[in-house]
């Protein structure tokens, strides 16, 4: 059960990384209202929220927060980069809690609770991107984004 768990966690990495990777350069600054943050800020914002809930509920991890949890960094690149490594992050803080029998410090009954809640919470942030970009007039069509997440999700083949 915890595999498929896991797996789940990694599958929902790999979707908002393809999701990164699909938004054209020039629809990174998109915002679904002047005061929302931006496409760019929404994909290093959900990076931060990953570190504080490690840093806090996992401290033995040594979680160093970035300064600005809204900062996109470097570009696209290094968006996918700080993903793909807070992802690595959580993964083991919650492999490394039921193998020791361990619940989490701070939040969670459970740390099959606090991914659960970072999958929602990346599910509703995903759904923000969408609708900006669809605002922004420049949405991503079923035809491109279904093979980049909902296949990922439903393939029998490990998310392949």
Request: aromatic share 6%.
């Given at each position: 059960?915890?595999d498929?768990?896991?797996?789940?966690?990694?599958?929902n990495?790999?979707?908002l990384v393809n999701l990164l990777?699909?938004?054209?350069?020039?629809?990174?600054?998109?915002?679904?209202?002047?005061?929302?943050p931006t496409?760019?800020q929404?994909f290093?914002?959900?990076?931060?929220?990953?570190?504080v809930f490690v840093?806090e509920?996992v401290?033995?991890?040594g979680?160093?927060l970035?300064?600005?949890?809204w900062?996109?960094g470097?570009?696209r690149?290094?968006l996918?980069?700080?993903?793909?490594d807070?992802?690595?992050?959580?993964?083991n803080?919650v492999?490394?809690r039921i193998?020791?029998?361990?619940?989490?410090?701070?939040?969670?009954?459970?740390p099959?609770?606090?991914?659960?809640h970072?999958i929602w919470h990346?599910?509703?942030?995903?759904?923000?991107?969408?609708l900006a970009?669809?605002?922004?007039g420049r949405?991503?069509?079923?035809?491109v984004?279904g093979?980049?997440?909902?296949?990922?999700?439903m393939?029998?083949?490990?998310?392949?």
């Amino acid at each position: 059960m915890i595999d498929a768990l896991l797996d789940s966690w990694d599958r929902n990495n790999r979707i908002l990384v393809n999701l990164l990777g699909a938004i054209p350069d020039a629809a990174m600054e998109a915002r679904a209202t002047a005061d929302s943050p931006t496409v760019a800020q929404l994909f290093a914002h959900v990076n931060y929220v990953r570190l504080v809930f490690v840093a806090e509920d996992v401290p033995e991890i040594g979680v160093e927060l970035p300064a600005d949890e809204w900062s996109a960094g470097d570009g696209r690149s290094r968006l996918a980069e700080m993903l793909n490594d807070s992802a690595r992050l959580v993964r083991n803080a919650v492999a490394g809690r039921i193998a020791a029998g361990r619940g989490m410090d701070v939040h969670y009954d459970h740390p099959v609770l606090f991914l659960q809640h970072m999958i929602w919470h990346e599910g509703y942030h995903q759904g923000q991107i969408k609708l900006a970009l669809k605002l922004a007039g420049r949405p991503i069509p079923n035809a491109v984004a279904g093979p980049l997440t909902w296949r990922i999700w439903m393939n029998k083949a490990r998310g392949a």
